[in-house]
Nanobody, 111 residues
Framework: QVQLVESGGGLVQAGGSLRLSCAAS????????VGWYRQAPGKQRELVAS???????NYADSVKGRFTISRDNAKNTVYLQMNSLKVEDTAVYYC?????WGQGTQVTVSS
């Protein structure tokens, strides 16, 4: 059974940090590109960051310099380190691996 289990969301003040995790099972993970997406109320889901099997990463302009995506293939896990958080980062965050979606985790940034 394919599972993508997300954790690490929560409530944080502007300027603070959170680290999201997504642990995969039932998927050939090590060579797959993976990504983090987010969706705010009334808005489309958007790509935040992605990372290839070889470790090459890409970021949305809105998060460059603040967020870092990484992966640990030995643990079948992808991470999103979120620093200098802004109110505008408030959304549900989803990981995506090989056509599968995580359940989503809420990130709320207060002013």
């Amino acid at each position: 059974q394919v599972q993508l289990v997300e954790s690490g969301g929560g409530l944080v003040q502007a300027g603070g940090s959170l680290r999201l995790s997504c642990a995969a099972s039932g998927i050939l993970f090590s060579i797959a590109p993976v990504g983090w997406y987010r969706q705010a109320p009334g808005k489309q889901r958007e790509l935040v960051a992605s990372i290839s099997g070889g470790g090459d990463s890409n970021y949305a302009d809105s998060v460059k310099g603040r967020f870092t995506i990484s992966r640990d293939n030995a643990k079948n896990t992808v991470y999103l380190q979120m620093n200098s958080l802004k109110v505008e980062d408030t959304a549900v965050y989803y990981c995506y691996v090989s056509q599968y979606w995580g359940q989503g985790t809420q990130v709320t940034v207060s002013s």
